[in-house]
């Protein structure tokens, strides 16, 4: 460790001592700016109090927490990542869990072009090899994460059950979003939330509003044809209103807290 990154970690755990930030969970979903969140929380506390589930192999990292004692488990301040969430039973109960949400077709869309750009994501050779259209990669079924993966996730079915009672998924998937994590952000409104967390965890680090691993030479949602955001919009109808549900009661709760 180089002079730098010693002071720094030095500096956090000072920083810790003094102001107690809370245990964060962070369930990180694919393109929903987490990259920037992971970033500033890990800002907040020192290295041995973190664990980041690698996302090149997420299921085993999973695993291998699971594996660690309750001491050992109990001692991480920060757990971050993809399928955060199926540690929900294996951390500190004291912990406050987290996500963040991006408006579905946006999300698709960022999917879409962020897989085009970077040569070491897993799709990239077959979505290049191809030529895909952002339509025809909407409709591919190559990965769970680009039709109505924000239901299946949070509800625990596979795409098949929820399509099949689609009221009943979106419900169970609203339930568990609004019971089970204690601040619940989105993207659009990416600063409020962060002042949020700051707040309710005692983080003491000045948030930068760094924007990371952000997909670069996208058009915006309003340039994407009509056509392709209705073929997108079909695809993820469960996860849109589930998205505008959830999006309805947390801004409800904001508001009678003010």
């Given at each position: 460790m180089n002079i730098g990154a010693l002071y720094a970690n030095v500096k956090k755990e000072v920083c810790c001592l003094v102001s107690r930030p809370k245990r964060i969970l962070f369930d990180h979903l694919p393109k929903c700016g987490g990259s920037s969140l992971t970033t500033y929380?890990?800002?907040?506390?020192?290295?041995?109090?973190?664990?980041?589930?690698?996302?090149?192999?997420?299921?085993?990292?999973?695993?291998?927490?699971?594996?660690?004692?309750?001491?050992?488990?109990?001692?991480?301040?920060?757990?971050?990542?993809?399928?955060?969430?199926?540690?929900?039973?294996?951390?500190?109960?004291d912990?406050?869990?987290?996500?963040?949400?991006?408006?579905?077709?946006?999300?698709?869309?960022?999917?879409?072009?962020?897989?085009?750009?970077?040569?070491?994501?897993?799709?990239?050779?077959?979505?290049?090899?191809?030529?895909?259209?952002?339509?025809?990669?909407?409709?591919?079924?190559?990965?769970?994460?680009?039709?109505?993966?924000?239901?299946t996730h949070f509800s625990g079915y596979t795409v098949e059950e929820a399509e099949k009672s689609p009221e009943e998924s979106i419900a169970k998937a609203a339930e568990v979003i609004l019971r089970q994590y204690d601040v619940v952000g989105f993207l659009d409104d990416f600063t409020y939330f962060v002042a949020t967390l700051k707040k309710k965890a005692r983080l003491w680090s000045i948030y930068q509003n760094e924007k990371i691993n952000v997909t670069k030479k996208r058009p915006a949602l309003d340039k994407i044809s009509p056509s392709i955001r209705n073929t997108i919009e079909q695809v993820n109808f469960l996860d849109i209103a589930l998205y505008e549900r959830v999006k309805e009661r947390v801004e409800m709760r904001q508001e009678s807290r003010r």
């Open positions: 929380l890990a800002s907040n506390y020192p290295k041995r109090k973190i664990f980041c589930i690698e996302g090149s192999n997420p299921r085993e990292s999973v695993e291998s927490f699971k594996r660690l004692s309750q001491n050992n488990r109990y001692s991480i301040d920060l757990i971050q990542g993809h399928l955060a969430h199926e540690l929900l039973d294996w951390i500190h109960p912990t406050l869990k987290i996500t963040v949400l991006r408006g579905p077709v946006d999300r698709v869309i960022s999917h879409y072009y962020y897989v085009k750009l970077y040569k070491n994501h897993y799709l990239h050779e077959k979505v290049s090899r191809a030529a895909m259209t952002l339509e025809e990669y909407t409709l591919s079924g190559l990965s769970n994460e680009l039709r109505n993966w924000y239901t």
